[in-house]
T-cell receptor, first 114, second 114 residues
Framework: AQSVTQLGSHVSVSEGALVLLRCNYS??????LFWYVQYPNQGLQLLLK????ATLVKGINGFEAEFKKSETSFHLTKPSAHMSDAAEYFC????????????WGLGTSLAVNP | DTEVTQTPKHLVMGMTNKKSLKCEQH?????MYWYKQKAKKPPELMFV???????INESVPSRFSPECPNSSLLNLHLHALQPEDSALYLC?????????????FGQGTRLTVV
């Protein structure tokens, strides 16, 4: 069975500081991995995804994530936080051929302090 | 056009009311989804439609009734809801059959049952 663990339900950083949101997954088959962001009172927006190929994935708004199979991780990073990055971030996993059903992490709430 | 449009944005209904949520996409996606999301929680899958046919029902109570009139539209009919059904209801769509596609989400309908 697949599962996703997001370490840290709340992360707080200063504006301009590095953002690191952690995601670990378990999957018996090669996973497809996603990071979604949800701003207050909004739907979910895809930040980036990993399916196959290059393990360092670049997304929107300056975010990137690296797929590390040996560590079963897909951590999300951004070199310099902006106030507008404050939001809820969800990591999700599915397997090839089953894109209909995403397994979600519990989410990490990111606060950015001035 | 990469939008999934949901109406209404907000809905307040009594426990004896009948109402419907609507979702529309024009991306040619043949998979469409309904999710329920409580505050600060990940979305919970309710229903999946594939080529206008219901393919997944996650044991959702019958007071929620989905409908897919055509490939662009998805409805969720609500009847005799309970206060605990208050939540953000999200519609999403994705390509069907593609190996690595992501889901595109609407902005959601904030439902309050009184």
């Amino acid at each position: 069975a697949q599962s996703v663990t997001q370490l840290g339900s709340h992360v707080s950083v200063s504006e301009g500081a590095l953002v690191l949101l952690r995601c670990n997954y378990s999957s018996s088959v090669p996973p497809y991995l996603f990071w979604y962001v949800q701003y207050p009172n909004q739907g979910l927006q895809l930040l980036l995804k990993y399916t196959t190929g290059a393990t360092l994935v670049k997304g929107i708004n300056g975010f990137e994530a690296e797929f590390k199979k040996s560590e079963t991780s897909f951590h999300l990073t951004k070199p310099s936080a902006h106030m507008s990055d404050a939001a809820e971030y969800f990591c999700a996993v599915t397997r090839a051929g089953n894109n209909r059903k995403l397994i979600w992490g519990l989410g990490t709430s990111l606060a950015v302090n001035p | 056009d990469t939008e999934v449009t949901q109406t209404p944005k907000h809905l307040v209904m009594g426990m004896t009311n009948k109402k419907s949520l609507k979702c529309e996409q024009h991306m040619g996606h043949r998979a469409m989804y309904w999710y329920k999301q409580k505050a600060k929680k990940p979305p919970e899958l309710m229903f999946v439609y594939s080529y206008e046919k219901l393919s997944i029902n996650e044991s959702v109570p019958s007071r929620f009734s989905p409908e897919c009139p055509n490939s662009s539209l998805l409805n969720l009919h609500l009847h005799a809801l309970q206060p605990e059904d208050s939540a953000l209801y999200l519609c999403a769509s994705s390509q069907q059959g593609a190996k690595d596609t992501e889901a595109f989400f609407g902005q959601g309908t904030r439902l309050t049952v009184v």
